[in-house]
């Protein structure tokens, strides 16, 4: 009886991988960085490289700060629809009294608010995962999303923020990890620029110190 194409192509993969393929660069380090120690401050390195990638960052002095940066951005852009599903945040906003979160859908929120696992500098990246409430689609389906971090947060490259996730969970990682370096955009069409097509058009970092 002849295999099926789904047998035969695992069959393929099993023989292929009783064969070990040797590293093609032994000699090389993993854990050392190919980017030079970095001159500035992270967080002006962040929202330099994050500001110039269309995100728009502020800076709060404590989560009060935050709180009340908040309101006058809803204000300002009109945003009514607030959704949150983390416990956590939902107290912070809630204390001021400012604030009431919607139940409705998130594809129906005007703004989502989220934290994040890491903020990197040198590519101005958001660090996401599963382990946040929402954190596989709060960042995704809103047309907004803002994202709540602390100064202790920063990292300089990629791979520092994976080494301190690594740390934090014990090197059991959630299923899902998401580097999201400012708003959706896209190229494919004529090579013209156009933001806000498969993701938020609008990315905010309240970064706390």
């Avoid at 047998?7 to 032994?26: D, G, H, M, S």
């Avoid at 330099?48 to 009340?68: K, Y």
């Avoid at 955009?185 to 156009?194: G, N, P, S």
Wanted: charged share 15%; proline share 6%.
């Amino acid at each position: 009886m002849p295999l099926s194409a789904k047998e035969n192509i695992l069959r393929k993969i099993k023989k292929a991988l009783e064969i070990p393929v040797p590293l093609p660069f032994p000699a090389i380090n993993m854990q050392e960085t190919i980017y030079a120690a970095p001159s500035e401050n992270l967080k002006t390195i962040f929202s330099t490289v994050f500001t110039g990638l269309l995100g728009n960052f502020q800076h709060c002095n404590d989560d009060e700060n935050m709180v009340q940066t908040f309101i006058a951005l809803a204000i300002k852009n009109g945003w009514h629809e607030v959704y949150c599903a983390e416990p956590r945040l939902r107290n912070i906003f809630s204390a001021s009294g400012c604030i009431s979160f919607s139940e409705k859908n998130l594809v129906d929120a005007d703004v989502a608010i989220t934290s994040c696992e890491a903020l990197i500098a040198r590519t101005g990246s958001i660090l996401l995962s599963a382990a946040i409430p929402e954190g596989r689609t709060a960042s995704v389906y809103a047309p907004v999303h803002v994202c709540v971090a602390y100064t202790n947060q920063l990292v300089f490259d990629g791979i520092d923020a994976l080494q301190s996730i690594q740390k934090k969970y014990n090197n059991q990682l959630p299923s899902m990890l998401c580097f999201a370096t400012g708003p959706s955009r896209t190229a494919d069409i004529e090579k013209t620029l156009v933001v806000g097509v498969h993701g938020p058009k609008e990315v905010y970092c309240l970064l706390i110190n």
